[in-house]
């Protein structure tokens, strides 16, 4: 990117989107960045000093399924994160899931790239070689994707391949679960669950019997990709690319996160489920390609140091809810709420209070 270009991101007022703007902050400094999001978690700040959207020149609350054209006007780049982020929101809200995760990330793409763009990254997901023992899965292997979730982000791949050419590359970066700390935390992801689990109760409960494999990246790590797919010339993979997203030695055994835990958090209990039966969703993944073509942006953040920041972050806030697992760190919680108090009709589009309703 040069000087002066324009970078377009979406999905910016969730989890990942905070550290991504102020990464891109740094890495371009002369480029304009303009953010939209629906804004659904935007009152779920942890921790911040500021307003992470202050880093940005323009921030729209606009739904990617009806982005404004002037959204992208003169862009460069779209980094497209908006998404229905997870497994249990995509089985709860699962037509939705496939407007807003796949249509509408096909209708960006294509509005992208008549509007110009040169560069389109997609925040794809190492779900879609679904869960089950084996080799560790690379860009080769059969795909599998079990859930709503899954099928969303590898129809989306598989409907935009044909829009990359030389002057429009695609990065579809299919990232293992996130993890770190963030102003906009979440605490449904693992490593994070864990770690507030011992801040808060001082007992780490694993429903499984520890075995599973997760592979994992730092919300830091997944900024320096994001970083590198921005920047990539067709010269490096093509202009389409979907690649694993971050390092072979984060494959992580359950019961390993929650020891890791434990060295950082001393006076912690660890409960197994010895009885459990065998948890089939387990999987690891090679990053090999991701090695050989960003060398240069390589994860870079050990876990105990993801650990020691996430533990930080809450204590920063004071955090001591045992029952954070029913509390508004969660996603689905908090779409939940919106939807009891009316705020989001079923098809999560906000209702508008006082004027015109638009509800369903
Ligand atoms: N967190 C992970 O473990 C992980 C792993 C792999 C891939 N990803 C992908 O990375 C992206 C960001 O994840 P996250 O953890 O920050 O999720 P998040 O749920 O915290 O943030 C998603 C953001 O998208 C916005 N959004 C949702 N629907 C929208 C719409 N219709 N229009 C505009 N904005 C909308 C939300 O308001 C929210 O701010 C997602 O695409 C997710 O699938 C996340």
């Known amino acids: 990117m ?16 905070p550290g991504v703007v102020s990464h891109l902050r740094t890495s371009f400094p002369g480029a304009t960045l303009i953010g939209v999001d629906m804004g659904y978690f935007g009152h779920c700040l942890t921790g911040a000093t500021f307003v992470p959207e202050a880093r940005l020149d323009v921030q729209y609350f606009a739904d990617v399924r009806a982005l404004p054209t002037v ?6 780049a779209v980094v497209h994160l908006a998404a229905i982020s997870n497994d249990p929101m995509g089985n709860a809200y699962e037509k939705v899931t496939c407007d807003i995760n796949y249509k509408a990330s096909v209708s960006v793409a294509k509005a992208a790239k008549e509007a110009g763009a040169q560069r389109f990254v997609f925040a794809s997901s190492c779900s879609v070689y679904g869960y089950a023992e084996g080799a560790a899965r690379d860009e080769t292997s059969d795909l599998n994707p079990l859930t709503a979730y899954a099928k969303s982000k590898i129809n989306t791949e598989q409907a935009i391949v044909n829009l990359a050419d030389e002057n429009f590359v695609i990065t579809c970066l299919r990232f293992p679960t996130a993890c770190g700390m963030s102003s906009r935390l979440r ?5 994070n669950d864990f770690v507030a689990a011992a801040v808060a109760s001082k007992k780490i409960s694993i429903l499984s019997d520890g075995t599973p494999w997760r592979p994992l990246i730092d919300v830091k790590d997944m ?20 690649i694993n997203a971050g390092r072979s030695e984060w494959n992580y055994q359950i019961r390993d996160l ?12 660890i ?10 969703r387990t999987y690891r993944v090679n990053f090999d390609m991701y090695s ?13 140091q993801s650990i020691l920041e996430l533990k930080r972050g809450l204590e920063t806030i004071g955090f001591n ?5 029913v509390s508004d760190f969660m996603r689905l919680k908090i779409l939940a709420g919106l939807r009891e108090r009316e705020l989001i009709n079923s098809r999560l589009e906000w209702v508008r209070v006082g004027g015109r309703a638009n509800r369903a």
Not at 71 to 76: R, Y
Not at 223 to 242: H, M
Not at 292 to 304: E, F, G, I, K, T
């Open 2 to 17: 040069n000087t002066g270009s324009k970078i377009l991101i979406t999905g910016n007022m969730g989890y990942i989107g």
């Open 71 to 76: 959204a992208l006007k003169g862009v460069d």
């Open 187 to 191: 605490l449904d992801l693992v490593l």
């Open 271 to 280: 409960d197994v489920n010895t009885d459990a039966p065998p948890d089939k």
């Open 321 to 325: 809810d045992e029952h954070f697992r």
């Open 292 to 304: 050989q073509l960003a060398p240069n942006h390589q994860p870079q953040v050990d876990l105990r």
């Open 258 to 269: 929650a020891e890791a835990v434990r060295e950082v958090i001393p006076d912690i209990t």
């Open 223 to 242: 900024a320096r990709a994001i970083e590198w797919a921005i920047a990539r010339s067709p010269t490096i993979g093509g202009d389409f690319l979907a």
